[in-house]
C-alpha cells in the first residue's frame, strides 16, 4: 500500500492557481516532517517547501511570496497552495515524509506524485 497519495495537480496557464494535496496513511508517523519536492526530466528531486508538525516552514527562494505549504495533523493532510504559477514550476510533485529535518529529502517516504503543467 502506497504510504502517501498526492492529488491536485494539472495543467494551468501561467498566473493561475493549484492546490496540492498529500494524505499519508496511518503507517506514516503523525509527528513526521513532511516536504513537497519536484521533479523534471532529467534532473534530481528539488525540495520546494518543507513544514514540521509543529508548524514551521521553509520554502524555495523561487516559490518564496507565492506558494504556501500547510498541515491538517488530525487529517494527516499536508497542502501546497501554489499562486501565481509560472512555467517553471511545471514538474512532477511529489510528497515525502521523514523523520526530522535532518532526513528530509534522503530517509522516508514518497509518494507516487502529481504532474503540474504550467502553460504560457
Known amino acids: 500500500q502506497v504510504q502517501l497519495v498526492e492529488s491536485g495537480g494539472g495543467l494551468v496557464e501561467a498566473g493561475g492557481s493549484l492546490r496540492l494535496s498529500c494524505v499519508a496513511a496511518?503507517?506514516?508517523?503523525?509527528?513526521?516532517?513532511m516536504g513537497w519536492y519536484r521533479q523534471t526530466p532529467g534532473a534530481e528531486r528539488e525540495l520546494v517547501a518543507g513544514?514540521?508538525?509543529?508548524?514551521?516552514?521553509t520554502v524555495a527562494d523561487s516559490v518564496k511570496g507565492r506558494f504556501t505549504i500547510s498541515r491538517d495533523n488530525a487529517k494527516k493532510t499536508v497542502y501546497l497552495q501554489m499562486n501565481n504559477l509560472k512555467p517553471e514550476d511545471s514538474g512532477r510533485y511529489y510528497c515525502m515524509a521523514a523523520d526530522y529535518w535532518s532526513t528530509l529529502g534522503k530517509s522516508g517516504y514518497w509518494g507516487q506524485g502529481t504532474q503540474v503543467t504550467v502553460s504560457s
Open positions: 496511518r503507517s506514516v508517523a503523525e509527528n513526521a516532517v
Open positions: 513544514i514540521s508538525f509543529a508548524g514551521s516552514t
